[in-house]
């Protein structure tokens, strides 16, 4: 981190001040998982372990009614959304399988589950409870999740795939485990 030397005119003489200027663009989270990703891939890691993190993610909910993600958005009237979140859904449960020996994917996918999870309950679900129609909540729920964490994705090299549908993704697999209700 640099630092930008600032000299003073004091009574008695000149104070000499450095002052620490925050870097210009901070690694995100998202960026310094995948690199470490790519490292791991390169040392060919076995994992042994399943972090708690994700498994609270990917358990589904005790003693929920309702089973399934098709007919928890049909019950919250999202009816038109049904085949397109089955298959991002889908696309996010194939990714988790074919790198669930991998630690550090499962803490990308824990902390992306996790910041998908804490914004809809802080920023979505009160807007649902409400009563506030669907559109102004799709709106919040892209402006809030979709796109900023979307973007986080999008700063990381290693990161193949197309970050707006994953993110929606992964908040469809959040609402089909119970942990994200729309109704």
């Known amino acids: 981190m640099g ?15 450095t002052q620490q200027l925050p870097s210009a663009n901070p690694q995100s989270v998202f960026r310094k998982l995948f690199e470490k990703l790519e490292n791991e891939a390169a040392t060919d890691k076995t994992l042994t372990t399943y972090i708690r993190q994700l498994e609270i993610y990917t358990r589904r909910v005790e003693d929920e009614k309702v089973i399934g993600l ?8 999202r009816e038109r959304q049904v085949t397109m ?4 859904k ?12 991998s630690s550090t994917y ?7 589950m996790s910041k998908i999870h804490e914004r809809f309950e802080t920023q979505i679900r009160p807007l649902i409870e ?3 129609d669907r559109s102004h909540i ?3 729920f892209s402006e ?9 994705l999008d700063d990381c090299p290693q990161f193949k795939d197309v970050a707006v549908d994953y993110v929606r993704g992964m908040a469809f697999f959040l609402t089909g485990n119970c942990h994200i209700r729309w109704d």
């Not at 630092?3 to 000499?16: I, Q, Y």
């Not at 889908?90 to 020996?101: G, H, L, T």
């Open 3 to 17: 630092g930008r030397d600032v000299n003073v005119f004091a009574p008695g003489g000149d104070l000499h001040i």
């Open 70 to 77: 098709e007919q928890k958005l049909k019950m919250a009237g």
């Open 85 to 88: 979140a089955v298959a991002l």
């Open 90 to 101: 889908e696309n996010v449960y194939a990714d988790i399988k074919m790198n669930v020996f």
């Open 106 to 112: 499962q803490l990308i996918v824990a902390t992306l």
């Open 130 to 132: 409400a009563g506030l």
């Open 138 to 140: 799709d709106k919040v």
């Open 144 to 152: 809030q999740i979709t796109i900023p964490i979307s973007q986080e």
